[in-house]
């Protein structure tokens, strides 16, 4: 008779581990189907969790308004990439995991009526990492609102531009920066929601270039990570660097918004940023200059070490004094 030997599979009546998730904010056993009713915010401690595309659509839009548009866009393997894996096998397993073809659901929905164009990103799709599908969901995005005279949302989760697809991700930033100042010569509204994280490529085009832009409560958002910063100022990073609340402070974030308050928010902004009236293009020639990457990054780099430059200031004070003494 041969030796029975202990089982060491899972007992089925065991719990399984996707039932509770633990709170990162404040430690607390979430039971995830609660979580996903408060739409994955912490109810003891606020904590705002990642929020798959599908779930945001849900949160930000009218029920049922929305159409999607471009559902089969998927990358190609331009550059034969391979580090661990093959770049098309890691397409693969992402959209086996996820469901989505690639990090970005763009198409035409309503909030609170008014119709919009929406994309939205999800972190769960190889870190949201734009490469050409997602760079491209956005322009189109942008050139729909444009040509049908509408709002544009946009909601951000990334990590950056995707490597695997290296030059060809990067040129993402201009396009999608292109489309956008082609919406905002029309006079058409941007909004933008940054959620955790938004860094790298994304923030360093189109997240920040929204006529509001907004952001979930301590989401990380930023361009470089904090131990780059840090070793390229050769400074010590102030506490709350690259969240929410210290970009609020900052100047860099025009709007905290809790994730159940968002959908409100954004329709009580649409509602003040009008889309100008067709074939008022050009009205605004002396409005905003154009955006101009380097500068942009520059003075980003200067607000974030915190104190600005004592030089110049003392300099502008004594201009304008010297004509009047
Ligand atoms: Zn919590």
Not at 33 to 39: G, I, V, Y
Request: charged share 20%; glycine share 10%.
């Amino acid at each position: 008779m041969p030796i029975k030997l202990p089982s060491f599979r899972p007992r089925k009546d065991a719990y399984p581990p996707d039932l509770w998730t633990r709170c990162p904010g404040c430690s607390e056993m979430l039971f995830n189907k609660q979580l996903d009713k408060a739409n994955r915010v912490c109810p003891s401690c606020n904590h705002h969790f990642r929020l798959s595309a599908a779930a945001r659509l849900e949160v930000l839009l009218d029920p049922g308004s929305f159409r999607e548009l471009d559902a089969g866009l998927q990358s190609v393997d331009p550059l034969g990439f391979v580090d661990q894996k093959a770049y098309p096998d890691r397409v693969t397993a992402a959209q086996v995991a996820t469901g989505m073809r690639d990090a970005a659901i763009r198409g035409i929905g309503a909030i609170e009526g008014t119709t919009v164009s929406i994309c939205v990103m999800d972190f769960g799709f190889m870190g949201g990492s734009m490469g050409a599908v997602v760079g491209e969901k956005v322009t189109r995005a942008a050139e729909d609102a444009t040509s049908g005279r509408m709002p544009l949302i946009v909601v951000s989760a990334s990590g950056g531009a995707r490597m695997q697809e290296g030059t060809l991700a990067l040129m993402q930033l201009a396009k999608t920066v292109a489309a956008v100042e082609r919406l905002r010569a029309a006079g058409l509204p941007f909004i933008s929601l940054m959620t955790d994280p938004t860094t790298g490529g994304v923030f360093a085009s189109y997240a920040v270039l929204g006529d509001v832009n907004l952001a979930e409560p301590n989401a990380l958002i930023g361009f470089a990570g904090a131990r780059v910063s840090a070793g390229t100022i050769a400074q010590e990073l102030p506490p709350g660097f690259q969240r929410t609340e210290f970009l609020f402070s900052h100047g860099f974030v025009d709007r905290i918004v809790q994730r159940a308050e968002a959908r409100a928010e954004i329709a009580a902004l649409l509602r003040f940023l009008v889309p100008a009236p067709a074939g008022a293009e050009g009205a605004d020639e002396g409005g905003p200059t154009l955006f101009r990457p380097m500068s942009f990054l520059s003075s980003l780099a200067d607000r974030m070490i915190g104190e600005p430059d004592p030089v110049p200031a003392a300099g502008t004070g004594q201009s304008e004094e010297s004509p009047r003494g």
